[in-house]
């Protein structure tokens, strides 16, 4: 699986912005799709997760109620709305897939985009 990461940009804070993750393969469906991110300085770390039909969802806890993750399998892709962005969201956003199912952790992510920058502006 082949993904890449769009969508990225600069924006205000409590404004808006949705990541496109476009997959290739037949077996997309198959992969539990995430998204994580890395800021500056930092480690990459958890945003959300999506199961095989989309019917399951997982947050980090800093982004519970303000992102939305879902999927089209028809179309191979992945989305990340985010909405009321924080300056603390600012970061290299990843999609990434896995075959592992319910897990946040990056390591068991096989397979992984090039990443779209966040900016958040005051």
């Known amino acids: 699986v082949q993904l890449q990461a769009s969508g990225g940009g600069l924006v205000q804070a409590g404004g808006s912005l949705r990541l496109s993750c476009a997959a290739s393969?037949?077996?997309?469906?198959?992969?539990?799709m995430g998204w994580f991110r890395q800021a500056p300085g930092k480690e990459r770390e958890f945003v959300a997760a999506?199961?095989?039909?989309?019917?399951?969802?997982r947050y980090a806890d800093s982004v519970k109620g303000r992102f939305t993750i879902s999927r089209d399998n028809a179309k191979n892709t992945v989305y990340l709305q985010m909405n009321s962005l924080k300056h603390e969201d600012a970061a290299v956003y990843y999609c990434?897939?896995?075959?592992?199912?319910?897990?946040?952790?990056?390591?068991?992510?096989?397979?992984w985009g090039q990443g779209t920058l966040v900016t958040v502006s005051s």
């Open positions: 990434a897939a896995t075959a592992v199912v319910d897990t946040t952790r990056s390591e068991m992510y096989r397979y």
């Open positions: 393969g037949r077996t997309f469906r198959s992969y539990v």
């Open positions: 999506i199961s095989w039909s989309g019917g399951g969802t």
